[in-house]
C-alpha cells in the first residue's frame, strides 16, 4: 500500500512538472511579445549553469502605483507570496511602462501576474517588491558571461530589454533579448587634489546619453527630462528629492543624435533644484543641497533620464525621433567622489 501511494505521488509531480512546461510552451507560441527594460547582475551560477539575474524597472512599485483594492489593504495582512497583477502601458517599440499594482487583474488591456515579497513593506514610503517568474534567463555555456560584458562598455550602462511573452491570465515567459537604443553614464566632477589628506568632495555631475543604435535619435536637453531618486537598495526611503517645491527653469530642447553620438548633461550639487531633505520622525528636516550632506545621512542617489511623453513633445523640432522611455544612472553618493 505505501509502494502505491510513493508511485502515485511520483506520477503527480510527474504531470504538475508536464503540466508547467506545456502551460509555458503554449504562452511562448500563443502569448502577447512585449519587452520589459532592465539591468542584469550576478551573471553566474555554478550550481544552476550559466544564467543572466534580472531587475526590472516594474520589479519595485512606489505607493504611488497602488491601485484598487491593493491601495486599500493593510499588507501586514496579506499572506507571503500574495498574487498581484501589473497594469502595463506599451510604447510604440513594445517596450512596458508600469501604470498600476493590484490585486485583481484589469478589465481590459495588458498586465503581468507576479507575486508580493514581503520585505520591502517599511515605514509610510512603502516600495513593494513584485517577482514575476522571470528573474533568470538562461543561457549556453559562457553566454551570460557575455552578456554582461556588453551591458556595460566601461562606465557606460546599458540596458537590456527582455522579450517576453504574456499569456492571457499574466503569466510571463522569457524569450529573448535586445539592447536598449540608449545608453547612460554619470561621471561625478570633483576639485584638482586635496593637498591636506581630506577627502575630496563632489561638486557636480556629468550625465552623458549615448546613441548605441543604427538611427538618429533626439533626446531631451533640459531639467525637466531629469529626476532624482534614491537609491532604495540602501533602505533611503526617508531621503527624499525636494522637486514638488522646485519651479522648473528650462525650456524643453531636442538635440539630435547621430549613431555613435553623445550627448551630456551637466548638473551642480549647489544648485538648489536638486535639494533633498530628510524625514525623521514622522517629520520632514529642511531641504539641503547636496553639497551639504553630511556622511551622516547615508544616502546615495541615481538620476534618471526620463523625457516628457509624446504629447508634450508634439511641437517639439524632430519630435518623431525622440527617445522616450526611463533610463537610471549608476548609483553615486554625493559627498565624496571616493565613497
Not at 507571503?80 to 517596450?95: F, G, M, P, R
Not at 551591458?151 to 491570465?169: D, F, K, N, Y
Not at 526620463?306 to 517639439?316: E, F, H, T, V, Y
Amino acid at each position: 500500500m505505501k509502494t502505491k501511494w510513493i508511485i502515485l505521488t511520483a506520477v503527480l509531480q510527474v504531470m504538475v512538472l508536464v503540466f508547467m512546461a506545456g502551460e509555458r510552451e503554449w504562452v511562448l507560441r500563443t502569448g502577447r511579445t512585449l519587452y520589459l527594460r532592465t539591468v542584469p547582475v550576478d551573471p553566474r551560477d555554478a550550481m544552476r549553469g550559466d544564467y543572466v539575474s534580472l531587475s526590472y524597472d516594474i520589479s519595485r512599485v512606489p505607493r504611488d502605483l497602488w491601485r484598487g483594492r491593493l491601495a486599500g489593504t493593510d499588507l501586514s495582512m496579506l499572506p507571503a507570496d500574495t498574487v498581484v497583477y501589473a497594469a502595463l502601458n506599451l510604447s510604440d517599440n513594445l517596450v512596458a511602462e508600469l501604470v498600476g499594482l493590484d490585486l485583481d487583474p484589469p478589465l481590459s488591456g495588458c498586465f503581468i501576474r507576479g507575486r508580493m515579497e514581503r520585505q520591502w513593506w517599511r515605514g509610510n514610503n512603502n516600495m513593494i517588491n513584485v517577482r514575476y517568474g522571470i528573474e533568470a534567463f538562461f543561457t549556453q555555456q559562457g553566454r551570460a558571461e557575455e552578456i554582461e560584458r556588453n551591458r556595460r562598455q566601461g562606465s557606460l550602462q546599458i540596458p537590456l530589454e527582455m522579450e517576453v511573452a504574456i499569456g492571457s491570465g499574466g503569466m510571463a515567459v522569457l524569450k529573448g533579448y535586445r539592447k536598449c537604443d540608449l545608453g547612460i553614464k554619470l561621471d561625478l566632477e570633483v576639485p584638482h587634489a586635496n593637498t591636506h589628506g581630506k577627502t575630496k568632495r563632489s561638486t557636480g555631475a556629468v550625465i552623458s546619453l549615448v546613441n548605441l543604435s543604427s538611427n538618429s535619435l533626439a533626446v531631451i536637453d533640459s531639467l525637466q527630462a531629469l529626476a532624482l531618486l534614491p537609491d532604495t537598495t540602501q533602505w533611503n526611503e526617508n531621503v527624499k528629492w525636494n522637486w514638488k517645491s522646485t519651479p522648473v527653469r528650462d525650456p524643453l530642447r531636442v538635440v539630435l543624435l547621430p549613431p555613435g553620438q553623445t550627448h551630456q548633461i551637466k548638473i551642480s550639487f549647489s544648485d538648489p533644484f536638486w535639494s533633498v531633505f530628510k524625514t525623521e520622525n514622522g517629520k520632514s528636516e529642511p531641504p539641503t543641497i547636496l553639497t551639504n550632506i553630511t556622511n551622516d545621512w547615508m544616502a546615495r542617489f541615481r538620476f534618471e533620464y526620463r523625457p516628457p511623453d509624446k504629447q508634450q513633445c508634439a511641437n517639439l523640432t524632430n519630435s518623431t525621433q525622440i527617445w522616450h522611455g526611463k533610463l537610471t544612472s549608476p548609483v553615486f553618493s554625493p559627498p565624496s567622489a571616493e565613497n
